[in-house]
């Protein structure tokens, strides 16, 4: 199956300043998914990141906080813009790997922490 | 609202201990079904999947799950836990109509003492 590397793995911002979050996937995937798992929470989908057009955001979440890229079929990027202390979550990506089987392979994660 | 139902919470148990947690799901139609494990520290891993056929779905590390359509339900069973079990495990529902997006659980956090 897939093996998604997403990085940094956790890092500690300041309020105000944005983080951009990067996931490869060491194979070509049609689709990606950016998830944020709040403290004790489960995780909540932010957005499908679709290659060649703009990724589609769930209730509750816009492109002007969250800007994702996807310039090709093994790499994607999420940008947690303005952050404020509640940004502070793990967040995830996650690829839905067809040759795989059909299911869904997920990043280790980043942890940020907004101070 | 369609959403994915985990009953437990926490869930304690000694090793040697059978272990099942259930699923619930709202949708309506066809549906993808997964578990997953989240082990102190790492990241998420499929323990298994159930897309059509038989029921009776066996995963890895010992894990089974069982869906039962009647009661939108995918309960997932390992017969005797070990102490390495210990970890958070999610129910995560794929509605075939929803354009491959997962809608998890909330999630049970195991801890199996030794």
């Known amino acids: 199956s897939a093996v998604i590397s997403q990085k940094p793995s956790r890092d500690i911002c300041q309020r105000g300043t944005s983080l951009t979050i990067q996931c490869q996937v060491d194979s070509q995937v049609t689709m990606m998914f950016w998830y944020r798992q709040q403290p004790g929470q489960s995780l909540t989908l932010i957005a499908t990141a679709n290659q060649g057009s703009e990724a589609t955001y769930e209730s509750g979440f816009v492109i002007d906080k969250f800007p994702i890229s996807r310039p090709n079929l093994t790499f994607s990027t999420l940008t947690v813009s303005n952050m404020s202390p509640e940004d502070s979550s793990i967040y995830l990506c996650?690829?839905?790997?067809?040759?795989?089987?059909?299911?869904?392979?997920f990043g280790s994660g980043t942890r940020l922490t907004v101070v | 609202a369609q959403s994915v139902s985990q009953h437990n919470h926490h869930v304690i148990l000694s090793e040697a201990a059978s272990l099942e947690l259930g699923c619930n799901y709202s949708y309506g139609g066809t549906v993808n079904l997964f578990w997953y494990v989240q082990y102190p520290g790492q990241h998420l891993q499929l323990l298994l999947k159930y897309f059509s056929g038989d029921p009776l779905v066996k995963g890895i590390k010992g894990f089974e799950a069982e869906f039962i359509k009647s009661k939108f339900s995918f309960n997932l069973r390992k017969p005797s836990v070990q102490w390495s079990d210990t970890a958070e495990y999610f129910c995560?529902?794929?509605?075939?109509?929803?354009?491959?997006?997962?809608?998890f659980g909330g999630g049970t956090r195991v801890l199996v003492k030794p």
């Open positions: 995560a529902v794929m509605p075939k109509a929803a354009g491959n997006k997962l809608t």
């Open positions: 996650s690829a839905y790997d067809r040759q795989g089987g059909g299911g869904y392979t």
